[in-house]
């Protein structure tokens, strides 16, 4: 294989995505963003290759399987892949040396390599984490960190880009990898035309929680559904108690009985989770002044902001904030 770093065949960069037997269906999907990117820009610009080590039909966890090279053969071995993603499956399981070497391999051949969720077990077996940020699917965050202590797990966050390797959550936080690898390559206005194909967000921050407020929550009932949903959009209001409750057509006294019964937090802690997952959203994204932040999340002001980011994070936002910014 090629030594370059920045690989193209053609006009088209190669990404290859390396699967293995009972490999998770839904990493498929990071597939398919580079193919939504090649219709919306009208062009050939990703080569998408399934690989696994020995080639031919690889099932999945869900039973049906799918057609790969193997990455062993000759011609995939000479293929000069700019990117190659590690995929994962529904638990770790034991890698075997030839991924290893291919791992290994492909750090040195390819601009990038990847490993969504689990996959990130892989490069750290490799060595290829050591010294490195890294993140994975939050259950499995601890093992990670555990049985490779050489590295530094993050596991709040959506995904990490450490020099060329790049890791991400689980699930669904693979698309935010490859829309950031899309961004990257294509910049952002190809990157929102792709999101919007796919109907997701433009794409969540690297440093986003993998964690959600709202669905932390969990609501039994749809009153008190309907109420969060409508603080969700409302934060600039005071949201008080009276306010929540005429959105669920119950009485004050009723609405907070009811509130926390349904999710273990009074309106008040949930609220303020609201705020500070948003307020570190925008700050993430790193566009707006912190008094404007606090101000559009309804905090009204910095200081009251402050003593929630301590309370939810142990941090002011200013680290955050900072943190943030060394991830990206």
Known sequence: ?????????????????????????????????????????????????????????????????????????????????????????????????????????????????????????????????????????????????????????????????????????????GLDLALAMIEKDLGADVTRAVARNLVVYHRRAGGQSQFSALLELEPKSDRIQQALDYAKKNLKNPLSVEELAGIAHLSPRQFSRAFRAETGQSPAKAVENLRVETARLLMEQGRLSMDVIADETGFADRERMRRAFLRAFGQPPQTVRRNARLSA
């Open 1 to 173: 294989m090629s030594s370059s770093k920045q690989v193209r065949v053609g006009n088209m960069q190669t990404i290859g995505l390396v699967i293995f037997p009972k490999f998770q269906v839904l990493g498929l999907a990071v597939m398919a963003a580079f193919e939504v990117a090649n219709t919306a820009t009208r062009e050939a610009v990703y080569d998408l290759r399934l690989l696994s080590e020995q080639g031919g039909l690889i099932q999945s966890s869900a039973g049906f399987s799918v057609e790969t090279e193997a990455f062993l053969a000759p011609a995939v071995e000479e293929t000069p892949f700019d990117t190659v993603i590690i995929g994962a499956g529904m638990q770790v399981e034991p890698t075997t040396p030839a991924l290893l070497d291919f791992a290994r391999r492909s750090v040195r051949t390819s601009r990038r390599v990847a490993a969504p969720c689990i996959g990130a077990f892989t490069l750290a077996e490799a060595g290829l984490l050591d010294g490195r940020r890294a993140t994975t699917h939050w259950a499995y965050a601890r093992e990670l960190q555990s049985r490779f202590p050489r590295l530094k797990v993050e596991e709040d966050r959506i995904f990490i880009v450490d020099g060329p390797i790049w890791t991400s959550a689980g699930m669904t936080a």
